[in-house]
């Protein structure tokens, strides 16, 4: 058991291990079967966890699979959360580059799960929410870049910021789907020229 939980009973360690067999199981039964013929019965069956048990964390797979996708998406995050503070337009190109190149990176190494994201956020009410949620996350870590870019006179400050944020996350997701969906391997191109895009529209 991790460090951080030894403080914990060890009912609470073994709720802690029950949940995380189920998630485990959950994303084994998603990326064989997909969302939509996964079930929450065939979940519960690899966690090899009763019924009672298992509903007590997850009343169906959509809530199952939501923090399955969570879990992935703030890896994504992570990259978003890449300290900016450039100094020069070259450093916030390289800056940029770098995200973009990681983000992508990221599209080919979760490429399976994120299959089971695109069609789960079509078929479940409750998972499109939860992405139109993760979604706004981004924007607006990406619009709080864009205002230090501004502020400190290497942005045009006649741009609305909140605009070219979320303009600049859609161009990521779509090429992200892309990767997904298309099993594209070969990104430099795409990273190259999203960020000329970007950097040549909004820098000064």
Avoid: C
């Amino acid at each position: 058991m991790k460090q951080k939980d030894s403080h914990l009973s060890n009912r609470q360690k073994q709720a802690l291990q029950t949940r995380q067999r189920l998630l485990d199981a959950g994303l084994a039964v998603f990326l064989e079967n997909g969302f939509q013929k996964a079930t929450i019965s065939q979940i519960i069956k690899k966690a090899k966890t009763g019924y009672g048990t298992a509903y007590v964390y997850f009343q169906n797979k959509d809530e199952l699979f939501i923090e399955l996708m969570e879990d992935v998406m703030n890896r994504f995050y992570e990259v978003a959360e890449l300290s900016f503070e450039p100094k020069s337009k070259s450093e916030a190109y390289e800056m940029i580059e770098h995200q973009v190149r990681l983000f992508l990176k990221l599209a080919i190494q979760e490429r399976e799960i994120m299959k089971v994201v695109k069609e789960a956020i079509g078929l479940s009410v409750a998972v499109n929410d939860k992405w139109l949620e993760i979604r706004e996350k981004f924007i607006k870590r990406i619009t709080v870049d864009v205002r230090y870019s501004q502020q400190n006179g290497l942005a045009k400050p006649t741009l609305n910021a909140a605009v070219i944020a979320r303009a600049w996350y859609y161009a990521n997701e779509m090429f992200m789907w892309e990767i997904v969906e298309k099993d594209i391997t070969s990104i430099e191109d795409i990273v190259s020229n999203l960020t000329k895009m970007y950097t040549g529209g909004l820098y000064l």
